[in-house]
């Protein structure tokens, strides 16, 4: 069962993402550090800051749905959690659809005086259908 934390945290995962459809930048910036970051994974990675994703959201790079997977990971720790889930993503940047399956994995903070949550990291990177990789990794799971 998800605890009260990780309810709150996915609550805030679903408005920031709604805020993004919508391109509402005014609470994009309410919900996004100003040290947020932003990696997107590939064989040459991307890094964009807070300003350009707050700025190309609804523009250069549109978000027009979103659906999260089954499988949430959420874990709060001290004044910190992470969330983690595959999400697919109906996008474009610039007109390119990139629409798919990706990973996206988040940290969130307590900051300031008022002690709101923040989102401060994500990765996100695209899912390949190969399983060689994850199945690699699986093996070596201990716990198994």
């Known amino acids: 069962m998800a605890s009260e934390g990780n ?7 679903h408005q920031l993402m709604r805020a993004w459809l919508e391109g509402d930048r ?8 100003s040290r947020f970051r932003l990696v997107v994974g590939g064989k040459a990675p991307v890094l964009l800051d ?3 994703l707050v700025e190309a959201a609804g523009t250069g790079w549109r ?3 979103y ?7 959420s874990r709060k720790i001290v004044q910190s ?18 629409s798919g399956s990706w990973w996206m994995a988040d940290y969130w903070r307590r900051s300031g005086i008022a002690q709101r ?28």
Do not use: C
């Not at 005014?26 to 550090?33: A, E, Q, R, T, V």
């Not at 992470?82 to 990139?98: N, P, R, S, Y």
């Open 63 to 65: 978000l027009h749905g």
């Open 81 to 98: 959690a992470l969330f983690a889930v595959e999400v697919e993503l109906k996008i474009e940047i610039d007109g390119v659809d990139l």
């Open 67 to 73: 659906r999260f997977g089954n499988s949430v990971y």
């Open 117 to 144: 949550w923040q989102l401060t990291d994500r990765q996100l990177a695209r899912l390949d259908d190969g399983t060689r990789f994850p199945d690699a990794v699986r093996a070596l799971q201990l716990w198994r």
């Open 7 to 13: 309810m709150r945290i996915e609550a805030l995962e």
């Open 50 to 52: 807070r300003k350009s």
């Open 26 to 33: 005014k609470m994009m910036k309410k919900l996004l550090s």
